[in-house]
């Protein structure tokens, strides 16, 4: 495994020209590619504002960004996230959101083919290759049934999966996904938790993900970042277990966490 993205002493949060608003900071962790990363964190305590920084969506408030250059094992040099382009940027991580894609008269196949942009030009004409790219994003998710569906017809489930195929298609080596399960029924958010594991293992992709889904993150990710206040807790589950930092996170009057097992307990009602 590679250390693909390292942060440290990062703040992350918004600026204006009279005020700077610091969401958290002093964050300090290493995510590795072949590894299925979760987000986790209570609502309002800056999952989303991380991702977006991580994403270069938005500027740091302080603090370093790493990104690592190459995919390959024997280039190990890394560059801070503001010095690369944003073409640079777009062949190097691809970023699925939680909003659904709002598009009508698009077939799965040619939204997938959007994410062969960072290589097409500005016509976006996709060669023979970016074809062939796109039909492998395609089967490695499992949708070729979809090809020909238009998006607009298709369940949360699918839709999710066409959006993890167009990353795929972008080719990067790392990928963000932003609460990737939180429109899915329980079924389906465990389809597409084990397909985005299997990516990360099989494709060697560096995986993570934002999410609510405390207990699917439990049993399928490898790595567990949790934001609390004041800090970020970086580890498997069942370091984060051992620690403490899962039963200050997980337990409340009513809830229980055990921390052997890795299970959650709700308390029925008296």
Known sequence: MNETVILKNLSIGYQTKQHVTVVAD????????GELTCLLGRNGIGKST??????????????????????????SEYSEISEFSDKQLSRLIGVVLTEKPDVRNMTTEELVGMGRSPYTGFWGTLSADDHRIVDEAIALVGIEALKGRYIHTLSDGERQKVMIAK?????????????????????????????????AVEQQKTVF????????????????????PGQLSVGTPRQ?????????????????????????????HD
């Open 50 to 75: 991380l991702l977006r920084t991580l994403s270069a969506f938005q500027p740091a408030i302080a603090g370093e960004i790493l990104l690592r250059k190459s995919e390959n094992s024997e280039n």
């Open 167 to 199: 990353a795929l298609a972008q080719q990067t080596p790392v990928i963000y996904l932003d609460e990737p399960t939180a429109f899915l029924d329980f079924p389906s958010k465990v389809e597409v938790m084990q397909l985005l594991h299997r990516l």
């Open 26 to 33: 002093q964050l300090n962790g290493t995510i590795h590619s």
């Open 240 to 268: 984060l277990a051992d620690d403490g930092a899962l039963s200050r996170f997980i337990q409340r009057d009513g809830i229980a966490f055990d921390a052997q097992t890795l299970t959650i307990h709700v308390k029925a």
């Open 209 to 228: 993900l934002s999410t609510h889904d405390v207990e699917l993150s439990l049993q399928i990710a490898d790595c567990l970042w949790l934001m609390e």
